[in-house]
């Protein structure tokens, strides 16, 4: 063929501090991102997961699609936070079909939610296994959450086609830039700006996910309580750029209480793999926290979980294979906006 056949998917990330858009295009060899955007929100415009401001945001969401001259409607997005469950369960060895006739009976057991009004879905992970019993990936999301998403991008002019996990888009993002050493377990640290996701990964399987109520609004607030520093300087500290008057390691130590918060969650996760039961993951150490999010760079955070962690701590690079076109960064916005851009480009990238 002359001509290759446009793969192109396009993904909506509604932050609660930032709006992101990607579109990849993925008919080379290599997916590439041929367009990206970022809008950052009004404080308040999304409290605790809950859009506060529909309008605002439904604006945001619109005038930044329409400035990167995006054609297809049709997006995906995701959704996180105390709404969500997401969980590894066993279950009596079945068929995919026979499964999903009684996952809603089984997701009685372990979603303490109504389940009249809760979303769905599942993935069996070891499909050719042999004994008697499977793990199954069980996702269960609040159907207000998801119609609320929904609507806001349907009101934006969008067609949402696939609702995903925020730790789960991060994940694929992970598998298309790295190669996992067999057997070893790695920990996907997304911090953003009202909740952190925690995902440990071993053999492309999420053996744990969970939420954390910390993200950079919390860091926000302590700088600006502490330090008295305006809500831009609180920002731009964030980045390891604090005012004049402010030293560094003034504020890495304002910093700390909320950083120890992600440790323990992070700490909390881990244990996990030592009370795993009898499965590979109960074998395994931790090998390497990969950040990412709006806040993987917040001065000290790398270094406060790798030394309680005993770890190796990096930032998780989205474009470390996956391509994208030269004029979208410089090399500054590029190392600035990576951490940002991961959870959009995993979603973008269709699996």
Known sequence: MIFKRSRKSVA??????????????????TPRVVRMGVSPLLPGAIVDGEV???????????????????????VSTSVSGRDVIVKKISMDRMKEQEAREVIRWEAEQ???????????????????GDGLEMSVLLVAAKKDLVDARTALLQDAGLEPVRID???FAV??????????????????????????????????DPILTRDLP???????????????????????????QPP???????????????????????????????TAGTGASSQADLRLVYLS?????????????????????????????????????TDETKRDLSPLLTLAVGLALQS
């Open 244 to 274: 004049p008057h402010v030293g560094q390691e003034m504020v890495k130590a304002q910093l700390a209480g909320v950083t120890q918060e992600i440790v323990a969650g992070v700490d909390r996760a881990r244990a996990f793999l030592t």
């Open 171 to 204: 994940q694929r993002a992970f598998e298309a830039n790295y190669t996992p050493e067999p057997g070893a377990v790695y920990a996907l640290v997304n911090v953003g700006h009202e909740v952190t996701n925690v995902n440990l990964v071993q053999e492309r």
């Open 293 to 329: 999010g709006g806040c993987a760079a917040t001065p000290g955070l790398a270094e406060q979980l790798g030394q309680a962690l005993s770890v190796p701590v990096d930032t998780l690079d989205p474009f470390r294979r996956v391509a994208y076109e030269p004029s979208l960064f």
């Open 12 to 29: 909506v990330d509604v932050g609660s501090g930032v709006v992101k858009v990607v579109e990849v295009d993925a008919a080379g060899e």
């Open 165 to 167: 996990v925020d730790a």
């Open 214 to 240: 910390v993200g950079s609004n919390r860091y926000h607030e302590a700088l600006q309580k502490s330090l008295g520093l305006s809500h831009a300087e609180a920002a731009a500290a964030l980045q390891g």
């Open 52 to 74: 506060m401001d529909h309008q605002l945001v439904v604006n945001t969401v619109r005038a930044l699609y329409q400035g990167l001259d995006l054609k297809d409607k049709r």
């Open 110 to 128: 372990h979603v303490p939610f109504d389940m009249e009004n809760v979303n769905l879905d599942f993935q069996i992970l070891d499909p050719a």
